[in-house]
């Protein structure tokens, strides 16, 4: 079992910044990938960054040059510095790992149960 746990989420006025965090824990071989996801009210989920175990990152076109994902390998955790928030980037923040667990044959994904980040105008 994996279990992710997020935190830093909070209400904050545009143009400020958060830093989101998520750290995973249980019974891990490895984690491969990490990704941040997020859903608003009355919207599908949608997948904000991924950042592969190496350092290789992608972004959602509506928060590139705000957003920075990182990790960190040796803790099982991840970052998300959200900065020049918007009142659009208002959601439940996901954390989502693939990982591989000694009773899993392959990788599996696994979510947290999320943070919320309000932005307001």
């Known amino acids: 079992q994996v279990q992710l746990v997020e935190s830093g989420g909070g209400l904050v006025q545009a143009g400020g910044s958060l830093q989101l965090s998520c750290v995973a824990s249980?019974?891990?071989?490895?984690?491969?990938?990490m990704a941040w996801y997020r859903q608003a009210p009355g919207k599908q989920r949608e997948l904000v960054t991924t950042?592969?175990?190496?350092?290789?990152?992608t972004y959602l076109d509506s928060v590139k040059g705000r957003f920075t994902i990182s990790r960190d390998n040796a803790k099982n955790t991840v970052f998300l510095q959200m900065n020049s928030l918007k009142p659009e980037d208002t959601a439940v923040y996901y954390c989502?790992?693939?990982?591989?667990?000694?009773?899993?044959?392959?990788?599996?994904?696994?979510w947290g149960q999320g943070t919320q980040v309000t932005v307001s105008s």
């Open positions: 989502q790992a693939d990982a591989i667990t000694p009773q899993r044959r392959g990788i599996r994904g696994y």
């Open positions: 249980g019974s891990i071989l490895s984690i491969a990938a």
């Open positions: 950042i592969s175990s190496r350092g290789t990152t």
